[in-house]
């Protein structure tokens, strides 16, 4: 059983940045790869960036791409979302999740989720 937490929600403008944190309760982070996807209202939650075990591969909804990254640091188990030049149509509650996969962009492919965050960003 892995147990993910984030963090590093709140308000930003527009333009600025905001990091996000995932926290797994596992010894074993590092054979999951990770993903973040997003969920605004009255929307289904949706891929936003995915990472593989060794960090060696990631991918990117064509929406954040360019703007976002997502990284890991393994000996802290933890994942990453560093969110750049965010816009108001970003604002959702993010959620991490785990995969036994190589990498994975759906989200019926993610075992473990953790309960998000909210991110608000205004114009």
């Known amino acids: 059983q892995v147990q993910l937490v984030e963090s590093g929600g709140g308000l930003v403008q527009a333009g600025g940045s905001l990091r996000l944190s995932c926290s797994a309760s596992?010894?074993?982070?590092?054979?999951?790869?990770m993903g973040w996807f997003r969920q605004a209202p009255g929307k289904e939650r949706e891929f936003v960036a995915a990472?593989?075990?060794?960090?060696?591969?990631?991918q990117f909804a064509d929406s954040v791409k360019g703007r976002f990254t997502i990284s890991r640091d393994n000996a802290k188990n933890t994942v990453y979302l560093q969110m750049n030049s965010p816009k108001p149509e970003d604002t959702a509650v993010y959620s991490c999740?785990?995969?036994?996969?190589?990498?994975?962009?759906?989200?019926?492919?993610?075992?473990?989720w953790g309960q998000g965050t909210q991110v608000t960003v205004s114009s």
């Open positions: 596992a010894r074993t982070f590092s054979i999951y790869s």
């Open positions: 990472i593989s075990r060794t960090g060696g591969s990631t």
């Open positions: 999740a785990g995969s036994s996969l190589w990498i994975s962009v759906k989200t019926y492919e993610y075992t473990y």
